[in-house]
């Protein structure tokens, strides 16, 4: 919708806002408090052990509901008012897409009262959106909570015309109040500033318009700034704080800031973004913030924007900005900001926190925060800074505490995390700033299944929920599950686990248990969300080990688990590793991980992919959790549809019947606008039309593959496009769909999903864990596709929209693909991956050539360029390497793929000077190792064994009962091995005549390959 101001409607409501701004403080909460705020609740921690207590124990935080933040009292003098949502009536664009804010079931009307904003506005229309910036309105709904609305040229008017009209007098009564706050400091510029000075010609008041700094209208007669001028080639513009200079004919015309064409529109747009840059400094000084130079010996001066045509650079003290974006000030202006000593990892999330800071309707800045929420919550730098607005929702921290943090950091705290957890201690937040911070990343990660903070409304609509994980069960244990290695979080990360209650279950209980390695400092805080269907969520108490029990309520929609990697303390990397940055211990291959598993009781796990109604209802398809690649002609990663014959399966089908009007209106007005020039193409109008197309696919996949039947050998669903043979398996929790073929013995298991006309998974091959497979594929032989990995051949990013990559690639022999890679085989035709290859951990191969690749390891170190496929080295077909040469307490660590398992019983770690080892005591004591380790069609297993006398037992156990499985046993007396097969009811068995000697190191080989197998000892 597009808002103007209309002059008469705002004279008549300027009493009524005049009298309530002067009545209540509506940044109260913005700037930092030194202590805590007086009526805002607290979490209470239950520690065993006590506040300080190392290692793993016992951890229940009761934190919710929080008076003050997620319950607030009605202010003194702040206005009740119906508001009217935009849910398209008057602007169909807000029907669908990009657009759309609302759910379609959502009353027209609601009543709340206004109390308080976030960000800041300007009183000038900005000729480029047509708009004058409004800044975000957090109403207190009558329910209690308190949540944001916004005014976005873009993408995001939530509210009626007259609503965004209100909010803007109301802010305009408001601002100067925080003005009166901040320095009122006129700063001179510096002798030789960045960029140059363009020569001395005096500057003079520029009165083409009078800009409104800080709501305040000036008086002419009285007026300073702006002042403006041409040095030479320089145009230059001073307000009390910058120093604005455009050098067209060296660093290009901006097509705004400098238009000779359109002086009017020119100056307008002058007029408004002079307005921007003062009242942002007075929204981030006010927040509490070190302004530039203020830690500097001798005078604070201007701050300096170059202005280029297209560009953008940030630097101490100045920045570039093309066309003199507000867009960009943001993010540019904080690349100066003190950090003290973090880690250059965290330096762009600071940016684009300071990018939504100054615009809270850029809401792309969030995108790394809802993809992979298992590694690093900031593991892309970029797009990842949401936490920090989550953490500034409680009054004791200010929601400004984004801009302030790093102002507080000091020189030895190398991560945000350590910052914060300092603060919170220091101001008698947590007892223990380390686990408080664990304590709030838990909720934090808790709150992520909803959004449920007061940005909810603005976030959700455009990401929906973060991508999901997928448990597995514990062999030889009744309801036990574990993470993956692929997925078990890294520090500062979490999974979101789907439940689903047993049948007439009125409780459910998780018995929690991480596996703690005591040099990772494990931790975790774990979390049960109940979630009704409007979207409101309720909560358990956060806890870290033992039962948990939660009574369900009829209203209860969705059950989900979140969990939480809490490490008890924080890495200090020593001087001489600081090169290699943090990423290297935070998101790195190496970094830590944090595995757990939970016995469940009146629930189980259900499927780890998004299904239309998990956000909010049925009503709307929500945003993508896909790594970019959201425009191929399938739905996003990880969406499927709900089949006919389940309970919400005719409603979601009519329910998606009733988006296809709205899409198709949304998508008239966004071309109606764009041919009649109201909007200029660019970044946003080719994301609108972009994603306009792509939701008119995803329901057109979800309502073509609802359709369909459980198959017989296994009952995992095959929608009616798609073809099983009857030999093939598919798992209860597996789908085939939109026309993928299986056949012969292939293998659908778990909750895997293929799909596609030219996808074909045959032979041997098995898809597995919440694996994803789509393209021009082939996948045959004794081919694995695992865990969490993506495998396509079609690629269209947002990047390239008008460009899709489409391959073509056969995945066969023994080759692997396992972790959680989004592997796009994009590039070439012809490619045939087979052999020992392996992909693994966060695998990035950029292959653009055709052939037969056999042999490589593939994974993506944090800071190094991706390999292709022709860079891979001969291992032998190795696959698996357990060399014992770090003691670890509860870790089986693979040294070459991620083929993590578990330590039972503590075994002992030891070294006799030529061989590192560990010792079982054949009792209690064992190594779990991962499944997959022995799904192949041919395997070799190659220990070096020390065998102590008079004792046998088993040496390796694989299977999934004793019915099928295969094993290895030593005769306690001879030494002798035999290898034992059970399958299908038959036992085979094969036995070495000669025995393991006793008290001495001996080579042990076993060979199968399917139809013989062979024991052999050195």
Same mark, same amino acid.
């Given at each position: 919708?597009?808002?103007?101001?209309?002059?008469?409607?705002?004279?008549?409501?300027?009493?009524?806002?005049?009298?309530?701004?002067?009545?209540?403080?509506?940044?109260?909460?913005?700037?930092?408090?030194?202590?805590?705020?007086?009526?805002?609740?607290?979490?209470?921690?239950?520690?065993?052990?006590?506040?300080?207590?190392?290692?793993?124990?016992?951890?229940? *935080?009761?934190?919710?509901?929080?008076?003050?933040?997620?319950?607030?009292?009605?202010?003194?003098?702040?206005?009740?008012?119906?508001?009217?949502?935009?849910?398209?009536?008057?602007?169909?664009?807000?029907?669908?897409?990009?657009?759309?804010?609302?759910?379609?079931?959502?009353?027209?009307?609601?009543?709340?009262?206004?109390?308080?904003?976030?960000?800041?506005?300007?009183?000038?229309?900005?000729?480029?959106?047509?708009?004058?910036?409004?800044?975000?309105?957090?109403?207190?709904?009558?329910?209690?909570?308190?949540?944001?609305?916004?005014?976005?040229?873009?993408?995001?008017?939530?509210?009626?015309?007259?609503?965004?009209?209100?909010?803007?007098?109301?802010?305009?009564?408001?601002?100067?109040?925080?003005?009166?706050?901040?320095?009122?400091?006129?700063?001179?510029?510096?002798?030789?500033?960045?960029?140059?000075?363009?020569?001395?010609?005096?500057?003079?008041?520029?009165?083409?318009?009078?800009?409104?700094?800080?709501?305040?209208?000036?008086?002419?007669?009285?007026?300073?700034?702006?002042?403006?001028?041409?040095?030479?080639?320089?145009?230059?513009?001073?307000?009390?704080?910058?120093?604005?200079?455009?050098?067209?004919?060296?660093?290009?015309?901006?097509?705004?800031?400098?238009?000779?064409?359109?002086?009017?529109?020119?100056?307008?747009?002058?007029?408004?973004?002079?307005?921007?840059?003062?009242?942002?400094?007075?929204?981030?000084?006010?927040?509490?913030?070190?302004?530039?130079?203020?830690?500097?010996?001798?005078?604070?001066?201007?701050?300096?924007?170059?202005?280029?045509?297209?560009?953008?650079?940030?630097?101490?003290?100045?920045?570039?900005?093309?066309?003199?974006?507000?867009?960009?000030?943001?993010?540019?202006?904080?690349?100066?900001?003190?950090?003290?000593?973090?880690?250059?990892?965290?330096?762009?999330?600071?940016?684009?926190?300071?990018?939504?800071?100054?615009?809270?309707?850029?809401?792309?800045?969030?995108?790394?925060?809802?993809?992979?929420?298992?590694?690093?919550?900031?593991?892309?730098?970029?797009?990842?800074?949401?936490?920090?607005?989550?953490?500034?929702?409680?009054?004791?921290?200010?929601?400004?505490?984004?801009?302030?943090?790093?102002?507080?950091?000091?020189?030895?705290?190398?991560?945000?995390?350590?910052?914060?957890?300092?603060?919170?201690?220091?101001?008698?937040?947590?007892?223990?700033?380390?686990?408080?911070?664990?304590?709030?990343?838990?909720?934090?990660?808790?709150?992520?299944?909803?959004?449920?903070?007061?940005?909810?409304?603005?976030?959700?609509?455009?990401?929906?929920? &973060?991508?999901?994980?997928?448990?597995?069960?514990?062999?030889?244990?009744?309801?036990?599950?574990?993470?993956?290695?692929?997925?078990?979080?890294?520090?500062?990360?979490?999974?979101?686990?789907?439940?689903?209650?047993?049948?007439?279950?009125?409780?459910?209980?998780?018995?929690?248990?991480?596996?703690?390695?005591?040099?990772?400092?494990?931790?975790?805080?774990?979390?049960?969300?109940?979630?009704?269907?409007?979207?409101?969520?309720?909560?358990?108490?956060?806890?870290?080990?033992?039962?948990?029990?939660?009574?369900?309520?009829?209203?209860?929609?969705?059950?989900?688990?979140?969990?939480?990697?809490?490490?008890?303390?924080?890495?200090?990397?020593?001087?001489?590793?600081?090169?290699?940055?943090?990423?290297?211990?935070?998101?790195?291959?190496?970094?830590?991980?944090?595995?757990?598993?939970?016995?469940?009781?009146?629930?189980?796990?259900?499927?780890?992919?998004?299904?239309?109604?998990?956000?909010?209802?049925?009503?709307?398809?929500?945003?993508?959790?896909?790594?970019?690649?959201?425009?191929?002609?399938?739905?996003?990663?990880?969406? *499927?549809?709900?089949?006919?014959?389940?309970?919400?399966?005719?409603?979601?089908?009519?329910?998606?019947?009733?988006?296809?009007?709205?899409?198709?209106?949304?998508?008239?007005?966004?071309?109606?606008?764009?041919?009649?020039?109201?909007?200029?193409?660019?970044?946003?109008?080719?994301?609108?039309?972009?994603?306009?197309?792509?939701?008119?696919?995803?329901?057109?996949?979800?309502?073509?593959?609802?359709?369909?039947?459980?198959?017989?050998?296994?009952?995992?669903?095959?929608?009616?496009?798609?073809? *099983?043979?009857?030999?093939?398996?598919?798992? &209860?929790?597996?789908?085939?769909?939109?026309?993928?073929?299986?056949?012969?013995?292939?293998?659908?298991?778990?909750?895997?999903?293929?799909?596609?006309?030219?996808?074909?998974?045959?032979?041997?091959?098995?898809?597995?864990?919440?694996?994803?497979?789509?393209?021009?594929?082939?996948?045959?032989?004794?081919?694995?596709?695992?865990?969490?990995?993506?495998?396509?051949?079609?690629?269209?990013?947002?990047?390239?929209?008008?460009?899709?990559?489409?391959?073509?690639?056969?995945?066969?022999?023994?080759?692997?693909?396992?972790?959680?890679?989004?592997?796009?085989?994009?590039?070439?035709?012809?490619?045939?991956?087979?052999?020992?290859?392996?992909?693994?951990?966060?695998?990035?191969?950029?292959?653009?050539?055709?052939?037969?690749?056999?042999?490589?390891?593939?994974?993506?170190?944090?800071?190094?360029?991706? &390999?292709?496929?022709?860079?891979?080295?001969?291992?032998?077909?190795?696959?698996?390497?357990?060399?014992?040469?770090?003691?670890?307490?509860?870790?089986?660590?693979?040294?070459?793929?991620?083929?993590?398992?578990?330590?039972?019983?503590?075994?002992?770690?030891?070294?006799?000077?030529?061989?590192?080892?560990?010792?079982?005591?054949?009792?209690?004591?064992?190594?779990?190792?991962?499944?997959?380790?022995?799904?192949?069609?041919?395997?070799?297993?190659?220990?070096?064994?020390?065998?102590?006398?008079?004792?046998?037992?088993?040496?390796?156990?694989?299977?999934?009962?004793?019915?099928?499985?295969?094993?290895?046993?030593?005769?306690?007396?001879?030494?002798?091995?035999?290898?034992?097969?059970?399958?299908?009811?038959?036992?085979?068995?094969?036995?070495?005549?000669?025995?393991?000697?006793?008290?001495?190191?001996?080579?042990?080989?076993?060979?199968?390959?399917?139809?013989?197998?062979?024991?052999?000892?050195?």
């Amino acid at each position: 919708m597009r808002t103007s101001l209309i002059l008469t409607a705002v004279a008549a409501g300027s009493v009524c806002a005049s009298a309530i701004a002067a009545e209540h403080d509506y940044y109260r909460y913005l700037r930092y408090p030194k202590g805590l705020v007086p009526g805002v609740g607290r979490s209470k921690a239950e520690q065993e052990g006590g506040p300080d207590a190392a290692g793993y124990h016992r951890r229940t *935080v009761h934190w919710w509901p929080r008076k003050g933040q997620d319950i607030v009292d009605i202010p003194k003098g702040v206005p009740l008012r119906t508001w009217t949502r935009n849910r398209g009536r008057e602007d169909p664009e807000a029907l669908a897409g990009v657009c759309r804010n609302w759910t379609a079931s959502d009353p027209q009307k609601f009543k709340a009262h206004l109390i308080a904003f976030r960000g800041f506005g300007t009183s000038t229309v900005d000729p480029t959106s047509g708009q004058v910036l409004i800044p975000a309105a957090v109403l207190r709904m009558e329910d209690g909570e308190q949540r944001a609305v916004i005014n976005y040229g873009p993408v995001s008017q939530m509210l009626g015309e007259e609503d965004h009209q209100f909010i803007q007098k109301v802010w305009e009564e408001a601002y100067p109040k925080l003005y009166a706050t901040v320095s009122q400091d006129d700063r001179p510029m510096p002798k030789r500033p960045p960029g140059g000075v363009g020569g001395d010609a005096p500057l003079k008041l520029w009165k083409a318009a009078w800009p409104k700094f800080n709501a305040i209208e000036s008086r002419k007669e009285d007026a300073k700034y702006p002042r403006w001028g041409w040095r030479g080639d320089s145009l230059v513009f001073e307000t009390s704080h910058f120093h604005i200079i455009a050098r067209p004919k060296v660093w290009g015309m901006p097509p705004n800031w400098i238009r000779p064409d359109d002086v009017q529109r020119q100056n307008l747009y002058r007029k408004s973004v002079l307005e921007f840059v003062e009242n942002f400094w007075t929204y981030v000084e006010g927040a509490g913030a070190s302004m530039p130079y203020w830690r500097r010996p001798g005078l604070n001066y201007k701050y300096i924007i170059h202005v280029h045509r297209a560009r953008a650079a940030g630097g101490w003290g100045h920045c570039g900005i093309g066309d003199c974006s507000p867009h960009i000030l943001g993010h540019e202006f904080f690349h100066g900001q003190p950090t003290g000593g973090w880690d250059g990892l965290f330096i762009e999330t600071m940016c684009n926190s300071g990018q939504h800071t100054a615009l809270p309707g850029e809401l792309q800045m969030f995108n790394g925060n809802f993809r992979y929420p298992w590694r690093n919550v900031n593991c892309m730098g970029y797009q990842s800074s949401l936490w920090f607005f989550v953490l500034g929702d409680s009054p004791n921290w200010g929601y400004g505490i984004q801009t302030v943090a790093g102002c507080l950091a000091g020189a030895a705290e190398p991560t945000p995390y350590h910052t914060i957890a300092r603060l919170g201690q220091q101001k008698g937040l947590w007892k223990n700033g380390i686990k408080g911070f664990g304590d709030f990343f838990g909720e934090y990660a808790a709150r992520m299944v909803t959004c449920d903070f007061v940005a909810q409304y603005l976030i959700r609509s455009k990401y929906g929920m &973060p991508e999901m994980s997928c448990v597995y069960p514990v062999y030889g244990h009744k309801n036990r599950y574990r993470i993956s290695n692929a997925e078990a979080p890294r520090p500062y990360g979490f999974n979101v686990i789907r439940l689903r209650p047993a049948e007439g279950a009125k409780e459910i209980v998780v018995d929690f248990h991480g596996l703690h390695e005591p040099q990772q400092h494990s931790d975790w805080r774990a979390c049960i969300v109940a979630v009704d269907a409007n979207g409101r969520a309720r909560y358990s108490s956060l806890w870290n080990k033992g039962e948990m029990r939660f009574a369900l309520k009829p209203s209860d929609k969705h059950l989900w688990l979140t969990v939480a990697a809490t490490p008890g303390a924080l890495p200090v990397l020593p001087p001489s590793n600081r090169r290699a940055g943090y990423g290297s211990c935070l998101i790195g291959i190496h970094a830590p991980r944090y595995p757990w598993e939970v016995t469940l009781t009146g629930c189980e796990p259900g499927a780890p992919h998004r299904r239309q109604g998990d956000v909010v209802n049925l009503d709307e398809l929500y945003g993508r959790c896909d790594s970019d690649n959201t425009y191929l002609n399938y739905s996003v990663k990880q969406e *499927v549809p709900i089949p006919l014959t389940e309970k919400d399966g005719q409603l979601a089908q009519e329910k998606l019947a009733a988006m296809l009007p709205r899409i198709k209106a949304s998508g008239d007005a966004l071309r109606k606008r764009i041919e009649s020039g109201l909007y200029q193409e660019g970044w946003w109008v080719s994301k609108k039309t972009m994603r306009s197309g792509d939701l008119s696919r995803r329901v057109e996949f979800l309502r073509a593959n609802a359709k369909g039947r459980r198959h017989p050998n296994g009952g995992g669903f095959v929608a009616d496009t798609a073809h *099983v043979a009857p030999t093939a398996y598919v798992g &209860p929790n597996a789908m085939v769909l939109d026309g993928a073929r299986v056949k012969d013995n292939a293998c659908i298991k778990e909750f895997a999903v293929v799909l596609g006309p030219k996808t074909v998974i045959s032979g041997n091959a098995k898809i597995g864990g919440r694996a994803w497979v789509v393209g021009d594929l082939q996948v045959s032989g004794d081919a694995r596709i695992l865990e969490a990995a993506t495998v396509t051949t079609i690629l269209r990013t947002p990047r390239t929209p008008s460009q899709r990559y489409e391959g073509q690639a056969a995945i066969t022999g023994s080759a692997v693909i396992k972790g959680e890679p989004f592997l796009f085989l994009s590039y070439a035709t012809d490619q045939t991956i087979t052999g020992g290859v392996v992909l693994d951990y966060t695998p990035d191969v950029s292959n653009r050539e055709s052939g037969v690749f056999k042999y490589g390891r593939f994974y993506q170190q944090y800071d190094r360029r991706a &390999p292709s496929f022709s860079s891979g080295v001969d291992a032998g077909a190795l696959y698996a390497n357990w060399q014992f040469n770090q003691p670890k307490a509860v870790l089986l660590e693979d040294s070459y793929v991620n083929n993590n398992g578990v330590l039972h019983g503590r075994p002992e770690f030891a070294d006799d000077g030529e061989h590192r080892y560990v010792v079982f005591n054949g009792k209690d004591q064992y190594a779990e190792a991962p499944p997959s380790v022995a799904d192949f069609g041919e395997l070799t297993i190659d220990m070096l064994v020390n065998r102590s006398g008079g004792k046998g037992g088993r040496l390796f156990d694989f299977g999934t009962g004793q019915d099928e499985c295969f094993y290895l046993a030593v005769d306690g007396q001879s030494g002798r091995p035999t290898l034992t097969a059970r399958h299908k009811g038959k036992t085979y068995r094969v036995a070495s005549p000669e025995g393991i000697p006793a008290s001495k190191w001996a080579r042990v080989r076993v060979e199968m390959d399917g139809s013989t197998a062979a024991i052999h000892i050195d």
